[in-house]
């Protein structure tokens, strides 16, 4: 996507989101090469890998200005707003980047902002177990 976005206007700043427990993306861009973690603990399953893909890194590279984390209440909490305010169901993994920005993760100034959502997969159980967390 950040190919796309940057090929239509060179100017659009990327910023790819990860949640924080399942950080190798985020370890890997501030090393300036692929590092490996142990299998992370996340709700976001889609996210939960050790090491950035081999050919997709050094496009992150190239596109992201930096990579954002995002905590799994952040996630549970964006799901929420998602699914009772603009009714879309969104799995945990397509909701990271729309957490980051209700949780105010992108750089100060930051004016206008295009999130991308997707997934609708995820478990019955898993959904009516979040719902049933309370707001704090």
Do not use: H, W
Not at 26 to 37: A, H, W, Y
Not at 110 to 124: E, F, P
């Amino acid at each position: 996507m950040s190919t796309a976005a940057k090929a239509i206007n060179p100017r659009v700043r990327c910023f790819p989101v990860e949640p924080d427990t399942a950080d190798d993306t985020r370890q890997s861009f501030l090393k300036g090469e692929r590092v490996s973690i142990p299998p992370p603990p996340t709700i976001a399953d889609g996210l939960r890998v050790q090491s950035p893909g081999a050919l997709t890194f050094p496009i992150l590279q190239k596109t992201a200005e930096d990579v954002l984390t995002v905590s799994d209440d952040e996630i549970i909490e964006t799901i929420k707003y998602l699914l009772f305010r603009m009714k879309l169901l969104v799995e945990p993994s397509g909701a990271a980047a729309a957490a980051a920005v209700l949780a105010n993760k992108l750089p100060s100034g930051t004016k206008r902002v295009g999130v991308i959502l997707s997934g609708g997969n995820i478990d019955v159980e898993l959904l009516s177990q979040l719902l049933a967390v309370n707001d704090k």
